[in-house]
């Protein structure tokens, strides 16, 4: 269980550090330190969702029997990506604390630094990303418990599909950087809306959903019937993980709503939210 911890321990931070650095040094380039955090936290989360898809439907697809059957991607994968959580709560605050000295608050002008002032950006960060806060500690916490001990071995299929959900993220991601170099009315910020609002619903909104009909036809039950066939415990998990879900999907259909909407009003983004 530690080698796979440590490497994600050491690859993701280190993918961060070499991407802010690259895009600050290159002469070709030379980014200003924010833009170069903010472009790299999005990065390493983009590489993080490709791998965790993957491996997902890899997995999802390996495994005949949903129940009983075993990849050890699952397990593997689950140790690897735990330090991804640690480090991207860091990095989320890292994008938040320069998105607050952009704005004139940092006291970086040479003068002294306000008394409390770094409280009061730990407070607007914990604030402002406090439920991406809190789903990173569950997944940490809570998650990751369960599928190393509770499982014993059994559920890879559910898991593989649960690591899937990941398909989105990548275009959360593109969105945000559009955004942040004042894209939102080019075609690309468009498309990429589109295929963020779709990929969402598919592979989070509507994963829950697909997960009772596939156990409901490997138990021979129709979908309905599945939530009462099934511990009460796993309902009230499957609720809890899908609840963020669709709240961060009526964000992102809010935001699509006034980005196609017809010229009159500025469009925002459809990305609010992340992953």
């Known amino acids: 269980m530690l080698t796979p911890m440590v490497a994600g321990g050491v690859v993701f931070p280190g ?39 993957t491996a997902g439907y890899i997995v999802s697809t390996s495994c005949k029997h949903i129940i009983n059957d ?34 004139g608050h940092g006291g970086d002008d040479g003068g002294p630094r ?3 002032s770094t409280w009061a ?20 916490l809570v998650c990751f418990p369960i599928s190393v001990v509770w499982r014993q071995g059994k559920g890879d299929f559910f898991l593989g599909c649960m690591l899937m959900a990941e398909v989105s993220t990548p275009f959360v991601c593109l969105g945000k950087i559009l955004i942040q170099y004042k894209q939102q009315h080019t075609l690309l910020h468009k498309v990429n809306g589109a295929l963020m609002l779709l990929s969402f619903l598919c592979c989070r909104v509507l994963l829950f959903p697909y997960l009772y009909w ?8 129709p979908l309905l019937a599945v939530p009462l066939a099934i511990p009460a415990h796993v309902n009230l998990g499957a609720a809890l993980l ?26 925002p983004s459809p990305c609010q939210t992340q992953d």
């Open 15 to 53: 993918l961060f550090l070499l991407s802010k650095n690259t895009l600050q040094r290159l002469p070709q380039l030379r980014w200003e330190e924010a833009d170069a955090v903010i472009v790299s936290a999005r990065l390493v989360s983009s590489v993080q969702a490709i791998m965790a898809s």
């Open 70 to 103: 075993q990849h050890w991607l699952s397990s593997a994968y689950t140790q690897f990506a735990v330090p991804y959580f640690i480090y991207d709560i860091y990095a989320m605050f890292l994008c938040h604390w320069h998105k607050h000295q952009v704005k």
């Open 114 to 116: 306000a008394p409390g």
């Open 121 to 140: 950006v730990v407070r607007g960060y914990l604030h402002k990303e406090f439920l991406m806060v809190l789903h990173h500690a569950v997944m940490v």
């Open 214 to 221: 596939a156990y409901g036809r490997h138990a021979g039950l």
């Open 242 to 267: 899908l609840a963020p879900q669709l709240y961060w999907f009526f964000l992102i259909c809010r935001g699509a709503c006034r980005l196609f909407r017809p010229r009159g009003s500025p469009p």
